[in-house]
């Protein structure tokens, strides 16, 4: 097994409820969930909404910081892909302004090195320079999602986390989008942390994958044994529902 690149212990997560009269209760919402993901690897992590996927994530990420546990990144803070690449790019800025901003918030490039790596980011994820002055709703919503990735890779992370990167795109492009994630692996030794409520993506691109289920993971393992052999009444309802 190769070195982890994140690692969680024993995570509680927790959220402030803000009730009738302005009472406040504290809600937990993850359960001792541990996990590590390793370099190279696809950690798919499975489950239905409201199980704690993107709390979980956005913990990892530091933009959740209510929780008990550790969360150990042995790589630089992840970056991420998000579900919607639209509403995460900004819509008056042109493609190669938006792939640039964070060399520019990073300020080590000079400007021909930043325009360098984007041109670069840009023939990575299959767009070719031509799309560097057109804007997001110039593009199909699989090219924006390919912008997205982009930005997620520009300043070169190990880590990526990926929150249903495909979800909201057709069968067609998602199976492009899924393809690209996989070679832009190979390319650049990325290790993914790859959340779904899509069960046949997740068997498609994982090395190993997560069940979670109100707040707790609950199965682990290869897909090949997820799937064809899963241990709890939970994951084998969750696979006959949608395989």
């Not at 492009?176 to 994630?181: G, H, N, W």
Request: aromatic share 8%.
């Amino acid at each position: 097994m190769s070195e982890p690149v994140l690692e969680v212990k024993n995570l509680n997560a927790y959220y402030i409820n803000h009730g009738l009269f302005g009472r406040a209760t504290r809600k937990q919402v993850l359960f001792d969930v541990n996990l590590k993901v390793y370099q190279g690897e696809i950690l798919g992590l499975v489950g239905e909404s409201g199980c704690g996927k993107s709390t979980l994530s956005k913990a990892i990420l530091g933009l959740h910081t209510d929780y008990e546990g550790e969360i150990i990144h042995y790589t630089n803070r992840p970056q991420m892909v998000f579900q919607d690449p639209f509403g995460s790019l900004n819509p008056a800025k042109t493609i190669e302004w938006i792939i640039e901003e964070p060399l520019r918030a990073y300020g080590k490039y000079s400007k021909a090195e930043r325009k360098d790596r984007v041109m670069d980011m840009l023939r990575r994820v299959g767009l070719g320079p031509e799309y560097a002055d057109r804007k997001p709703r110039e593009l199909s919503g699989g090219q924006r999602q390919r912008v997205g990735i982009a930005v997620a890779l520009i300043q070169r992370p190990r880590f990526i986390i990926a929150d249903e990167p495909v979800s909201a795109l057709d069968v067609t492009i998602q199976a492009q989008i899924l393809e690209l994630l996989m070679e832009l692996r190979s390319e650049l030794d990325l290790s993914y942390l790859f959340i779904s409520h899509d069960l046949n993506v997740i068997r498609q691109i994982s090395d190993r994958v997560i069940v979670m289920k109100d707040g707790r993971t609950i199965e682990q393992g290869t897909p090949e044994e997820v799937f064809n052999s899963p241990k709890t009444e939970y994951a084998k309802r969750l696979i006959a529902a949608t395989l």
